[in-house]
């Protein structure tokens, strides 16, 4: 069991496949911080972007997964924040890239795009996959912070 703080949150297009991910990750045993959204009532994406973000840059998570109908809008609301390194990411090999390349903290979905097998197997490689370092730390460190 992993002590990382996994923070979720969506809007009400990512409302049900964020339920499904947060039911597999705490089946795994996984500490995960959901900020909602609670319903598929219509909510607006960057609310819970920036909320998410907040988490990442206090250290209350660090890890970060958001979900909208295609990831993208809430991705963009996530990265105003510095801290955060958000990545849109509907494929195993980019998941795993991410990590390695850009040690992304946070990964964002789109519900709309993908199936829950994909993103259930994207949210485990992002998780389980570190950070490669080396001439990646340069250029992540270029990112900012
Ligand atoms: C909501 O309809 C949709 O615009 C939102 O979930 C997201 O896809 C925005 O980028």
């Known amino acids: 069991m992993s002590t990382l703080t996994i923070a979720m949150a969506a809007d009400h297009a990512g409302f049900d496949l964020k339920e499904l991910l947060k039911s ?3 089946l ?3 500490d995960v911080l959901d900020l909602g959204t609670d319903s598929t009532e219509s909510v607006d994406y ?3 972007g920036h909320a998410l973000a907040a988490e990442i840059r206090d250290g ?3 890890r970060g997964i958001v979900v909208c109908g295609t990831g993208i809008g809430i991705s963009i609301a996530a990265n105003r924040e510095p801290a955060v390194r958000a990545a ?3 494929d195993v090999t980019s998941a795993r890239l991410t990590r390695q390349h850009n040690d992304a903290n946070v990964i964002a979905l789109g519900s709309r795009l993908i199936g829950p097998e994909v993103a259930k197997e994207c949210v ?3 998780l389980e996959t570190p950070f490669e370092g080396g001439r990646h730390g340069a250029r992540v460190a270029k990112l900012g912070r």
């Open 124 to 126: 485990k490689v992002f």
């Open 46 to 48: 960057p609310d819970y």
């Open 24 to 26: 597999e990750l705490r």
């Open 60 to 62: 209350r998570a660090g």
């Open 88 to 90: 849109v990411v509907h």
């Open 28 to 30: 795994d045993g996984r």
